[in-house]
């Protein structure tokens, strides 16, 4: 199996951006108040992205400074969740960006704290991204018949 391809998770990211910018003209047009990021949605992005970190940590060590083999399901467990996180991170970082952008240059009342959540929000998950890359490349192992 291949690491998850740069190209992917930008995608993914690009994906999220037309989506979180198109939250606030849909919910002005449907009559919504368009929503606001709270503490609470860049904590959660955080604590996803400690927990991330922290598993690959324990992951790099076990396999490639201990050099233990992990269980055939704890590495499939390891993989998954990491493949899974980078993607939607990618898709939340790009959803939080373009609900940023959508922000900028309007007069409401709430519009700079949109923002600031926003960018706090969307940078907390690409740290989240950064962490389940780690992951994923700390579950690799060498080939049999690759050179120490």
């Known amino acids: 199996m291949r690491p998850t391809p740069p190209l992917t998770l930008v995608g993914w990211a690009v994906v999220g951006l037309v989506g979180g910018w198109a939250v606030k003209p849909l919910a002005d047009r449907m009559g919504f108040v368009p929503p606001l990021v709270s503490l609470g949605q860049p904590l959660a992005l955080l604590l996803l992205a400690a927990i991330l970190g922290y598993v690959a940590w324990v992951t790099h060590r076990a396999v490639h400074v201990r050099h233990e083999r992990l269980e055939a399901h704890q590495a499939v467990n390891r993989l998954v969740l990491a493949r899974a996180s980078a993607l939607v991170a990618a898709l939340v970082a790009g959803g939080y960006a373009g609900y940023a952008l ?6 409401a009342e709430q519009a700079d704290e949109r923002i600031i959540g926003s960018v706090a929000a969307g940078g907390c998950a690409v ?3 950064v962490a389940a890359v780690l992951l994923e490349r700390a579950c690799r192992v060498r080939d049999d018949d690759e050179t120490p």
């Open 102 to 107: 959508s922000w900028i240059g309007d007069p």
């Open 127 to 129: 740290l989240a991204v």
